[in-house]
């Protein structure tokens, strides 16, 4: 395989990316100057040395923007450190933040399957399940929302998360709540506009 075809092939694979798109990107490239396609490769190279996951919610940062091994949105104190929000993935975040939404959050890292079995081999189970039982056991958390997109497997992941946090959230005296239907059915939340959003949790239940 030629490295245009090769090039397009990877680019398919980022999330929501097709064939057709693949190969403008690639036309793209072509098309630019040298100093840019340079850029680009130096910055893809260097993207893994420069980021950094955060150690209470994993959303990923850059290093130099935040110091320690918080992002700089957990290391910060003027947070509402009573409200957890759990998104799918670190993008949602960035579209919760317009929304005017300002408790913390947690990255699940993905949905879960309908057929999948043993689900905390594909996103945080154990990872959220010791946080929240932390956060809640030193009276740090009153509610948690459970922010995942209005898809099939949106539903199904919230319904086990659901499962799971009930006898947490009894014994330690905290709320799970999810997104009310201000999003459409088959909508993401790394698509829905900030109003859609702000909708959605004051319609949380």
């Not at 397009?8 to 190969?23: D, N, S, T, V």
């Not at 056991?137 to 919230?158: K, P, V, W, Y």
């Amino acid at each position: 395989m030629d490295s245009i075809s090769r090039l397009a092939a990877l680019f398919e694979k980022l999330p929501g990316i097709g064939p057709r798109q693949a190969r403008r990107f690639v036309q793209y490239l072509l098309s630019t100057s040298p100093g840019v396609r340079t850029e680009l490769a130096d910055l893809i190279k260097r993207l893994g040395a420069d980021s950094r996951q955060c150690v209470k919610c994993y959303r990923w940062y850059a290093k130099n923007s935040s110091a320690g091994e918080l992002c700089s949105i957990c290391a910060n104190p003027a947070r509402e450190a009573a409200i957890l929000f759990v998104v799918e993935k670190d993008a949602d975040i960035e579209n919760v933040e317009r929304s005017g939404f300002r408790g913390m959050y947690f990255v699940l890292g993905g949905t879960i399957a309908l057929a999948t079995e043993e689900p905390e081999k594909f996103v945080r189970i154990r990872e959220l399940m010791r946080r929240v039982e932390e956060d809640a056991s030193q009276l740090l958390l009153n509610e948690l929302i459970l922010g995942l997109s209005a898809t099939t497997e949106g539903d199904h992941t919230r319904e086990i998360l659901m499962e799971k946090l009930r006898p947490l959230s009894e014994g330690l005296n905290f709320r799970v709540s999810s997104l009310g239907r201000g999003l459409s059915t088959g909508s993401e939340l790394e698509y829905a506009d900030p109003d859609t959003i702000a909708q959605a949790l004051g319609n949380r239940h």
